[in-house]
């Protein structure tokens, strides 16, 4: 079964926040942004505004399978539309454990009609990594107890940064498995010439494509 219409055109609005949110974490856990918060604040505010973004970036990437995936799923959207991420992770995968974005470079074909998508491994998020990095955005994310250590902003700033920069990777341009196994969804972050559709915007681009 294959996602609806309507529920691409939602899928591409979760990438839209999640473009966005991937961009204010950059802006965070950058020098200009950390001096400006150092000077008013303290030096952990911009880190923990940054793990915000990315708590939520996270939290989306798993939401977003109840579209992809959606049509697939024996609950109703009512029920669907109060899952939690990990409740939707777990609906999902027992169905589709191709579930995960699968980062790609894209090329296209001598024909002008077909492209071939070659897998990215390196320096991306993995879907065995979600967990900690998820336990690191919540770090950042509560309130430190008084009485234990102070967390170091230095340290967790280097490790936000690391985890925005392999999730910007992750998501840059990446092709989703679908339940049914000869189509798949193709995604870019910002559209442009040689991508699927013939004329880009730079805007995010879901489409649809069958496997040959």
């Not at 591409?12 to 965070?28: P, S, T, W």
């Not at 029920?79 to 027992?94: G, Q």
Request: glycine residues 6%.
């Amino acid at each position: 079964m294959k996602p609806t219409d309507a529920d691409q055109v939602a899928y591409a609005k979760v990438l839209e926040e999640i473009k966005g949110r991937v961009g204010a974490a950059y802006y965070f856990l950058s020098d200009a942004a950390e001096m400006h918060f150092d000077s008013i604040l303290g030096p952990k505010y911009a880190t923990e505004c940054a793990a915000l973004q990315l708590r939520k970036t996270l939290e989306l990437l798993l939401l977003g399978t109840l579209l992809t995936n959606g049509s697939a799923l024996a609950q109703s959207r009512k029920v669907l539309a109060k899952k939690k991420p990990e409740d939707a992770r777990k609906l999902v995968e027992r169905i589709n454990p191709r579930y995960w974005p699968e980062p790609v470079e894209q090329r296209p074909g001598s024909d002008g009609m077909t492209y071939s998508f070659i897998p990215i491994t390196a320096d991306v998020l993995k879907r065995e990594d979600y967990g900690r990095a998820f336990g690191l955005t919540s770090t950042w994310c509560h309130a430190t107890n008084p009485l234990a250590s102070p967390l170091d902003p230095i340290e967790g700033r280097l490790r936000l940064r690391e985890l925005e920069r392999r999730t910007r990777r992750l998501v840059k341009n990446f092709t989703v498995g679908l339940v049914d196994r000869d189509a798949l969804l193709v995604c870019q972050m910002a559209s442009f010439p040689p991508g699927i559709a013939p004329i880009g915007d730079g805007k995010v681009q879901v489409t649809r494509a069958e496997k040959i």
